[in-house]
């Protein structure tokens, strides 16, 4: 028996498909009875350095939440310390280390009890800034191969694309730029050597790459 979109199993189905983090993500912020902006609006409080704009990062949410997109290296340790979590226990994959799924209800309880994720203050973090310039060939291939998809349509978003992209490098993309830029000119020679792509996107790409940021090749 066909399942219906919208139906119970639908949505159960859709949520099993998920990474595990992604639905853990997904079940900390319903067990608190927040709404995706909630949720970004309380990010901002345990963030230390100023985060996007709203809509931005409440687009960004729903991708970590449908396991689209996983949270950079920045990004990990806030969520963790948002829902009062460990990093290695809300995104057990990370590490390839097996975790305990988190339980809600534990969640729950610390919030009701105690008022919120107790302070991380006691911790140091070491952060480290690279400045990396990518030609176009490794942003096209960035996108192409790397696991950070722009639909067709999102081409035409330039903020869309400059956050796939921040968000994309920040996920340690940075590392296989040289590898998917040579893949990207051998796409551009014969497109049956790459993955299937809506017609026109490569061109589309092209020309949305050297727009937003400034690179042709």
């Known amino acids: 028996m066909p399942v219906l979109a919208g139906s119970p199993l639908a949505t159960e189905a859709a949520t099993a498909e998920r990474p595990v983090w992604a639905q853990q993500i997904l079940a900390a912020r319903q067990v608190r009875d927040w709404s995706q902006a909630d949720a970004v609006r309380e990010l901002r409080t345990v963030s230390a350095e100023p985060l996007p704009d709203d809509e931005t990062m409440i687009r960004q949410w729903k991708r970590w939440e449908s396991g689209k997109t996983m949270p950079g290296a920045f990004y990990k340790p806030l969520i963790a310390n948002l829902f009062g979590a460990s990093v290695l226990a809300l995104f057990p994959e990370v590490t390839g280390v097996?975790?305990?799924?988190?339980?809600?209800?534990?969640?729950?309880?610390?919030?009701?009890?105690?008022?919120?994720?107790?302070?991380?203050?006691?911790?140091?973090?070491?952060?480290?800034?690279?400045?990396?310039?990518?030609?176009?060939?490794?942003?096209?291939?960035?996108?192409?191969?790397?696991?950070?998809?722009?639909?067709?349509?999102?081409?035409?978003?330039?903020?869309?694309?400059?956050?796939?992209?921040?968000?994309?490098?920040?996920?340690?993309?940075?590392?296989?730029?040289?590898?998917?830029?040579?893949?990207?000119?051998?796409?551009?020679?014969?497109?049956?050597?790459?993955?299937?792509?809506?017609?026109?996107?490569?061109p589309k790409l092209r020309r949305t790459i050297a727009r937003v940021f400034g690179v042709v090749a």
Do not use: K
């Open 98 to 202: 097996p975790a305990e799924p988190i339980n809600p209800l534990r969640l729950r309880t610390q919030v009701d009890l105690f008022g919120g994720p107790e302070p991380q203050d006691w911790q140091t973090r070491v952060e480290i800034r690279i400045s990396v310039h990518p030609t176009a060939d490794e942003l096209m291939g960035l996108v192409i191969f790397g696991g950070f998809p722009i639909t067709l349509d999102e081409l035409d978003d330039d903020d869309a694309v400059t956050e796939t992209i921040r968000f994309a490098l920040a996920h340690d993309g940075a590392g296989e730029l040289a590898r998917w830029a040579e893949q990207t000119r051998r796409v551009f020679a014969d497109p049956a050597t790459g993955p299937e792509l809506p017609a026109g996107y490569l």
